[in-house]
């Protein structure tokens, strides 16, 4: 252990993440005095937006809380209002929907591992030098991510802020030739996800673990994205309109977002907690990738999210494969069933690519929105983040690391959960 080590620590504000949030680390004499994250910006206050909405409105007005997931917000909209007044969509509208989903997650998963973590492992300050030294894994990011977009694009209409997801189902179907394209593309994704995990595996990830609960949705027979159950690795299990009772949240002082708690004082969601709580149920492929790292549950490392979130990845492509392959035997003509609005009130859950998205909407007998509640991933991630901060502080420390190596490791750490921080602040 450094001794005699005295550092401040003040990082204002954590680059390659979106939005603003500070990192601030004290110690004296070897001793940690404070190790704190704190969300800077201002709340935004979009749950009185939708107030007095039409229903059939509102996913288009929740899509634009996040420009990365705007998919899943508008789709967690729908859920909630689905459910609030009935209305079952048809099955090929939910197969669509998934892979809007997959569509998503492909892209934001890509954009977090090749442009925002991997310079922290290779030692540069941004993607900008890995074009000159290593342009076949940007490269490789690049049509990763654009293998989303199409998806996005295709199944939804645009790649952000999606207009052909409706309630009841969705408003046009893809054609049968523009499947097919897609398909193509996603199978040259499989050669470049071999070569990411062969990248992957030559990066040093620091072997830190603090012990905590990892919360997913969960639905005993598919991976989950849209709906079900909401499950701890500490054993607690609730249906998605407890949703209050699985996030607890309160406001500390020092930040503008809310934390929650569930079991401990903390607790995780994202690509780790999902495969720590549904590993068995990635495909094939992806679990061949998990055992290539050693990911297995219950797996306290927060680095090793950037390793779930590829094998999600390979997850996905596979998955949609074999969804697109579904779809071209659809005639796709019943994509949208027709409702009527009613008074009610439900939860939509759905795993946005950081965590589980709570929409809560309460409707009038009109379909007006009576009252909006959404809890963000980032925003249940912001507790886990400052404990885990104060415990890599701790564990850099009895290793003798220095206040650089301990500045670095500390930016590393928050940037593997991936925050949407300006979404976190509701």
Aim: with cysteine.
């Amino acid at each position: 252990m450094a001794k005699n080590i005295n550092c401040d620590i003040d990082v204002h504000h954590l680059t390659r993440v979106e939005g603003h949030g500070n990192i601030e680390i004290r110690i004296r004499d070897g001793k940690l005095e404070k190790a704190q994250w704190a969300v800077v910006e201002t709340p935004r206050f979009f749950e009185v937006m939708v107030k007095g909405m039409s229903a059939e409105r509102v996913p288009f007005l929740t899509s634009r809380i996040c420009g990365i997931c705007s998919i899943s917000h508008a789709l967690a909209s729908i859920r909630s209002l689905e459910r609030a007044m009935g209305i079952t969509p048809p099955p090929a509208a939910e197969k669509l929907r998934l892979l809007a989903m997959h569509g998503e997650t492909l892209q934001s998963h890509a954009l977090h591992i090749f442009f925002l973590a991997v310079p922290d492992f290779v030692g540069t300050p941004s993607v900008l030098p890995l074009i000159e030294s290593n342009p076949e894994i940007v490269q490789t990011g690049l049509r990763l991510k654009e293998a989303g977009n199409s998806i996005s694009a295709l199944i939804t209409g645009r790649c952000t802020h999606p207009v052909s997801l409706v309630l009841g189902g969705v408003s046009k179907a893809p054609g049968k030739k523009e499947l097919q394209a897609l398909r193509a593309q996603l199978l040259q994704c499989i050669p470049d996800l071999a070569a990411t995990a062969e990248f992957c595996a030559t990066l040093s990830i620091p072997d830190f673990e603090r012990e905590t609960e990892f919360v997913s949705l969960c639905n005993d027979s598919t991976y989950p994205y849209i709906g079900g159950d909401l499950l701890s690795t500490d054993g607690v299990r609730r249906e998605e309109n407890d949703y209050l009772a699985m996030t607890n949240e309160y406001s500390p002082e020092f930040t503008t977002t809310k934390f929650t708690r569930l079991s401990r004082k903390s607790f995780a969601a994202g690509a780790l907690a999902r495969c720590n709580n549904n590993a068995g149920l990635l495909r094939p492929e992806a679990q061949k990738t998990a055992g290539d790292f050693g990911l297995a549950p219950v797996c306290h490392n927060p680095f090793m999210n950037n390793i779930a979130q590829l094998v999600e990845c390979v997850h996905i492509v596979h998955d949609a494969v074999a969804h697109i392959d579904e779809l071209l035997e659809d005639p796709l003509d019943r994509i949208r069933s027709a409702w009527k609005p009613r008074a009610g009130a439900a939860t939509g859950a759905v795993e946005a690519p950081r965590g589980i998205l709570y929409h809560h909407m309460e409707t009038d007998e009109h379909g007006k929105i009576v009252k909006g509640d959404c809890i963000i991933p980032t925003t249940q991630n912001n507790a886990n983040i400052h404990h885990d901060l104060d415990a890599l502080a701790r564990w850099a420390l009895e290793r003798g690391k220095k206040d650089g190596e301990i500045q670095l490791l500390c930016e590393m750490l928050v940037r593997a959960y991936d925050p949407c921080i300006s979404c976190s602040v509701h």
